[in-house]
C-alpha cells in the first residue's frame, strides 16, 4: 500500500514519518518467568500537526493456527520529536506501569531505551527495555528486550507488520 507524507506534518517528526498509519500482523513471545507464546496487534500512529505522533497499541493472544485466544496486552502513549532524528516516548499499560522512553530516528529505523519506569503496587516489577522499530520492505518490524521481575535486560517480543 502506497504511504503519502501529510501536508501537516511537523518537519521534526520526518524521520518517523514511516510509522504513520495503522499497522497489523503476528509476532513471539518469549521470557524466563512465562511460557513461549505467539500474538496478533495492532498499532496506530497519529497525528495533529504538531512535533508528536499519538500511540496505541493492542493485542491478543493466538493459538498455534493463529486463532484468537484471548486478549493481551494494552500500550498508549505520545512519541515526542523535540528535534529532527531525537525521540522521547511516554508510554501507559493496562498492567499497571507507565515508562519514559529516549532514543533516536534515522533512516526508516527508530531505537530506543528506558529512562525511567514506574509501576503500581499490583504490577509487576519492570525495571527497563529497548526497543528497535524498523521500516523493511515495507513492513514495521520491531523488537522489545525487557528487564524485568528479577532478570536481566532480555528479548522479550518480536513481530512483523503490515500497513493496513
Known sequence: ??????????????????????????????????????????????????PFFHYMARA?????????VRDAAMESGFLRCPEPGKVELLLAHNIGFSEIWYGHAEGGKLEMHTAGVGFTETAKEVTGGSRMYGNVEGDLLYAFDMAAVGQELQPHLWARLKRA
Open 1 to 50: 500500500m502506497p504511504f503519502e507524507l501529510p501536508d501537516n506534518l511537523h518537519p521534526h517528526c520526518a524521520p518517523v514519518a514511516w510509522l504513520l498509519g495503522t499497522w497489523r500482523g503476528n509476532g513471539h513471545g518469549d521470557y524466563p518467568t512465562i511460557e513461549k507464546f505467539q500474538f496478533g496487534q495492532e498499532l496506530i500512529f497519529t497525528h495533529d500537526g504538531r
Open 60 to 68: 491478543w493472544i493466538v493459538d498455534d493456527e493463529g486463532e484468537f
